[in-house]
């Protein structure tokens, strides 16, 4: 027997001093109130209701029974409301500042279809893992080396000359003796692949080509790389859809394969599989992934 609804179905009747009117009031049929009540009765050994035709009144056993009855109906109702408060709640979830607007709100507009409330908030990967650690967001995606991450976004170089065909080999940016004195060109990281999986491993390539140490360079922020890169000849280390984004033309990197890792963080594991639970080419997007 279902006791919260034979209850809301017993409060009904007793208010409305009706099995018909009573039984409207909670949106079931008059027999199928009948049948919970009766089986109340059953399942305490005594009448809550003295019935006629046309009415429902309580017996003493029902007085006795009526309050704590009201009090589970009202309580059953704060919870399935706390249950819709709870879900519509935000979610706050640390994202890549490389994330465009878009792919950000698809995200949110899928999360949504999931009973998901996401509120995003944008940052570079050192803050993004502080803010998982700390518990200041429910989950993060933070940078992990690729063969760690669960998404795997590879980078090249784009610069705003091309089409280009092929990749671009690193050694090509060496200056001879006859063109010291000319300007070197730069690779410039930005924020979200300085880190050591990927910047320490641009760094060595440069090194053992003997490139100058000025002509990899990291900028203070995604808008500041690019803009070296949009007027002059220097070139961005990027995804592929950033590329896209800004207007720019992609190539992958000759001399080694460098990727973007990502993984979730969160302090509490049943919000890490939360995020981990949501479609996997929404996330891809908001990564940086190219569509399939």
Same mark, same amino acid.
């Given at each position: ?45 005594? #009448? ?10 309580? &017996? ?11 009090? /589970? ?81 590879? +980078? ?15 050694? &090509? ?31 060595? &390539? ?15 922020? /995604? ?24 207007? +720019?033309?992609? #190539? ?25 639970? /949501? ?9 940086? /992934?190219?569509?399939?």
């Amino acid at each position: 027997m279902d006791v919260l609804a034979a209850c809301k179905a017993f409060v009904a009747v007793s208010r409305h001093g009706s099995f018909t009117v009573g039984a409207a009031a909670v949106g079931i049929p008059q027999s199928v109130a009948s049948r919970r009540i009766a089986a109340l009765e059953r399942h305490y050994g005594a #009448r809550l209701l003295e019935r006629t035709s046309r009415s429902a009144t309580l &017996t003493a056993f029902g007085k006795e029974m009526l309050p704590p009855a009201r009090r /589970l109906v009202e309580l059953a109702t704060t919870l399935e409301q706390e249950a819709e408060r709870a879900k519509l709640r935000p979610f706050r979830v640390a994202v890549p500042t490389t994330s465009t607007a878009l792919a950000l709100a698809q995200f949110v507009a899928d999360a949504h279809h999931c009973q998901l409330n996401l509120d995003l908030y944008q940052a570079d990967p050192t803050e993004r893992a502080e803010l998982a650690r700390t518990g200041e967001v429910r989950a993060a995606f933070i940078a992990v080396a690729p063969d760690q991450g669960m998404w795997r976004v590879p +980078l090249g170089v784009a610069d705003s000359s091309g089409p280009h065909f092929g990749p671009l080999y690193l050694e &090509t940016l060496r200056t001879g003796r006859a063109d010291r004195r000319s300007r070197r060109r730069r690779v410039w990281i930005q924020p979200e692949d300085d880190v050591p999986h990927i910047r320490d491993r641009l760094t060595r &390539t440069r090194d053992a080509l003997g490139l100058l140490p000025a002509q990899v360079a990291i900028g203070t922020s /995604l808008v500041a790389a690019t803009a070296e890169v949009l007027g002059t000849d220097d070139l961005l280390l990027c995804a592929h859809s950033q590329a896209v984004e800004f207007g +720019l033309h992609w #190539r992958p990197i000759g001399e080694l394969e460098l990727s973007r890792g990502y993984a979730v963080a969160a302090a509490q594991r049943e919000d890490a599989e939360r995020i981990g639970s /949501l479609p996997s080419a929404t996330i891809a997007r908001c990564l940086g /992934l190219p569509n399939n």
